[in-house]
C-alpha cells in the first residue's frame, strides 16, 4: 500500500543553473552532488535534479505540476522573490489559498502554494457538482 511520496526527481538541461534556483531561489537544502544529479530537501521531501540531455525544450501544454507547501506568513516573501528572480507565470490563482504557478528554468510547471486538504475541501461542500467519497 502507498503510504506517500518517497521522493521527485526532475530532468533538468543546465545541473548548475538549476541548483542555483532550487538552491538560491527556493531555497531547498543542498544535501548532495554528483557529476549530474543533486539531491535536496524540501521540508521533509526529498527532491532531486538531474542533468538530461533529452529534456523537452519548452513547458508542456497541460495543467500537470507540483505544488510545495508554503506557510501563510510566509508566502509573501517567497512570492515575492520568485517574481523578483524573473520566473514565468503560468496560470493566475483562482483556487482558495494563495499560490503562485510558475516555471523552473527547465519549463516544470511549480506552484507554491499556502492552503490545506481541509479547506480546499471546505470550499467545494457548496459545489452541488462536487462528490465526496
Known amino acids: 500500500m502507498i503510504r506517500g511520496f518517497s521522493h521527485i526527481t526532475l530532468s533538468v538541461r543546465d545541473i ?3 541548483f542555483l ?3 538560491d531561489t527556493l531555497g531547498f537544502r ?3 552532488r554528483r557529476e549530474k544529479s543533486i539531491y535536496f530537501l524540501a521540508g521533509d521531501l526529498w527532491f532531486c535534479i538531474e542533468e538530461d540531455s ?3 525544450v519548452s513547458s508542456l501544454p497541460e495543467y500537470s505540476h507540483i505544488a510545495f507547501y508554503v506557510e501563510p506568513m510566509d508566502f509573501s ?3 515575492e522573490k520568485l517574481i523578483n528572480s524573473g520566473v ?3 496560470k493566475e490563482n483562482s483556487s482558495p489559498g494563495d499560490s503562485l504557478y510558475f516555471l523552473d528554468p527547465n519549463g516544470h510547471k511549480l506552484e507554491i502554494h499556502s492552503g490545506n486538504l481541509r479547506d480546499r475541501l471546505a470550499h467545494y461542500q457548496e459545489d452541488d457538482k ?3 467519497f
Open 88 to 90: 514565468e507565470k503560468f
Open 77 to 79: 516573501v517567497l512570492e
Open 30 to 32: 543542498p544535501l548532495m
Open 130 to 132: 462536487a462528490h465526496f
Open 54 to 56: 533529452e529534456l523537452r
Open 21 to 23: 534556483f532550487y538552491k
Open 16 to 18: 548548475e543553473e538549476s
